[in-house]
């Protein structure tokens, strides 16, 4: 029967995912010691955790069980089998992945960075430079064109999932949300992307996922990072659209072929707006760095910038130069009030509690 044949799908899904997660992991999380929470992605909650057998600090990532059923969630199966392929200096590592006493227990030892760029732009006292902008620019697009190359979309692309080392180096995180594409293009789940580093054309309801969206999240990063505040916080999809038409145009058939046949076209009235105003936005910005975030805000995602394409644009080349990695700030007084406040958790027990 059909439901006989539903339950057998799911008790075989079920299988795969335990057989899948054991032929991972070598080692219990007991042999991790956990020293405080230090965030939440899109699929779980990470600690900052001591190994105990190397002294290493790493990164403990938590997956989430609480609505799944049928054994590991496939996100978290799909982040798992990406970021064990992956490996470049712009990508966090994830070192292993362990379990605890029961299946339901799964965690992914990752590499620690001490920051993440979205607490770091909330408290740092001055804001970037243009130099040290182009600095995480320049690394965010290297770690971008190696994933796209290897036919992956990171599709959640946004300062806090955008960590730092006390060295500079920058990675990209948090790949619950990404997915491999190709010819046929699969069909993807459409409410992906953070709503403020959404694309015009997820926002009006396209079937086809591409690059370019992680491309269009380039570009809105580039832009806070320049002027230290979001560029496009919209509070919901309609005036996020608004603030994309406020801040570009108004798309037509030209600019955009297609554009009148998106599926969610019908539930906006778009505003009647000629002007492209990034200029007024970015008034001190030089010519190659309007051309880069124009190119990046493309409205028409077959013509937007690639990741290759904004690596040999001219903005980087020009001064002020991007600055060396290991020259950018290593920001100790907002480490220091991290710090402070895992020594406060960890007071409130009497004894550090194992993971």
């Given at each position: 029967?059909?439901?006989?044949?539903?339950?057998?799908?799911?008790?075989?899904?079920?299988?795969?995912?335990?057989?899948?997660?054991?032929?991972?992991?070598?080692?219990?999380?007991?042999?991790?010691?956990?020293?405080?929470?230090?965030?939440?992605?899109?699929?779980?909650?990470?600690?900052?955790?001591?190994?105990?057998k190397?002294?290493?600090?790493?990164a403990?990532?938590?997956?989430?069980?609480?609505?799944?059923?049928?054994?590991?969630?496939?996100?978290?199966?799909?982040e798992?089998?990406?970021?064990?392929?992956?490996?470049?200096?712009?990508?966090?590592?994830l070192?292993?992945?362990?379990?605890?006493?029961?299946?339901?227990?799964?965690?992914?030892?990752?590499c620690?960075?001490?920051?993440?760029?979205?607490?770091?732009?909330?408290?740092?006292?001055?804001?970037?430079?243009?130099?040290?902008?182009?600095?995480?620019?320049?690394q965010?697009?290297?770690?971008?064109?190696?994933?796209?190359?290897?036919?992956?979309?990171?599709?959640?692309?946004?300062?806090?999932?955008?960590?730092?080392?006390?060295?500079?180096c920058?990675?990209?995180?948090?790949?619950?949300?990404?997915?491999?594409?190709?010819?046929?293009?699969?069909?993807?789940?459409?409410?992906?992307?953070?709503?403020?580093?959404?694309?015009?054309?997820?926002?009006?309801?396209?079937?086809?996922?591409?690059t370019?969206?992680?491309?269009?999240?380039?570009?809105?990063?580039?832009?806070?990072?320049?002027?230290?505040?979001?560029?496009?916080?919209?509070?919901?999809?309609?005036?996020?659209?608004?603030?994309?038409?406020?801040?570009?145009?108004?798309?037509?058939?030209?600019?955009?072929?297609?554009?009148?046949?998106?599926?969610?076209i019908?539930?906006?009235?778009?505003?009647?707006?000629?002007?492209?105003?990034?200029k007024?936005?970015?008034?001190?910005?030089?010519?190659?760095?309007?051309?880069?975030?124009?190119?990046?805000?493309?409205?028409?995602?077959?013509?937007?910038?690639?990741?290759?394409?904004?690596?040999?644009?001219?903005?980087?080349?020009?001064k002020?130069?991007?600055?060396?990695?290991?020259?950018?700030?290593?920001?100790?007084?907002?480490?220091?009030?991290?710090?402070?406040?895992?020594?406060?958790?960890?007071?409130?027990?009497?004894?550090?509690?194992?993971?």
């Amino acid at each position: 029967s059909p439901r006989q044949r539903l339950e057998s799908r799911k008790h075989k899904r079920c299988v795969e995912n335990y057989l899948t997660v054991s032929s991972l992991y070598c080692r219990s999380v007991r042999e991790f010691e956990k020293l405080n929470r230090i965030g939440e992605g899109t699929y779980g909650i990470v600690y900052r955790a001591r190994d105990t057998k190397s002294d290493e600090i790493v990164a403990l990532k938590k997956v989430r069980m609480d609505k799944e059923k049928d054994g590991i969630p496939i996100s978290s199966l799909r982040e798992i089998t990406l970021l064990l392929r992956l490996r470049h200096p712009n990508i966090v590592e994830l070192k292993e992945v362990v379990v605890g006493s029961q299946l339901e227990s799964l965690f992914l030892v990752m590499c620690y960075c001490e920051q993440d760029l979205a607490s770091l732009l909330e408290n740092m006292q001055t804001p970037f430079s243009e130099a040290q902008v182009k600095c995480i620019v320049l690394q965010l697009l290297r770690g971008l064109e190696y994933l796209h190359h290897n036919f992956i979309i990171h599709r959640d692309l946004k300062v806090s999932n955008l960590l730092m080392t006390d060295k500079g180096c920058v990675k990209i995180a948090d790949f619950g949300l990404a997915r491999m594409y190709g010819i046929p293009q699969q069909p993807m789940t459409p409410r992906v992307v953070t709503l403020w580093y959404r694309a015009p054309e997820l926002l009006l309801g396209t079937k086809t996922q591409t690059t370019a969206l992680d491309m269009w999240a380039v570009g809105c990063i580039l832009a806070e990072l320049l002027a230290h505040k979001p560029l496009l916080p919209g509070t919901s999809e309609i005036q996020q659209v608004d603030l994309i038409v406020q801040l570009l145009g108004t798309p037509n058939e030209n600019i955009w072929p297609g554009f009148s046949q998106l599926p969610l076209i019908g539930q906006y009235s778009l505003r009647k707006q000629p002007y492209n105003n990034l200029k007024n936005k970015f008034t001190w910005l030089s010519d190659a760095g309007h051309r880069l975030l124009n190119l990046l805000f493309m409205y028409n995602p077959q013509r937007r910038a690639t990741a290759k394409d904004c690596l040999e644009s001219s903005y980087f080349k020009e001064k002020p130069l991007p600055c060396e990695p290991e020259l950018m700030p290593t920001f100790p007084h907002h480490r220091n009030k991290r710090a402070a406040a895992a020594a406060s958790l960890a007071e409130s027990h009497s004894k550090r509690s194992k993971v």
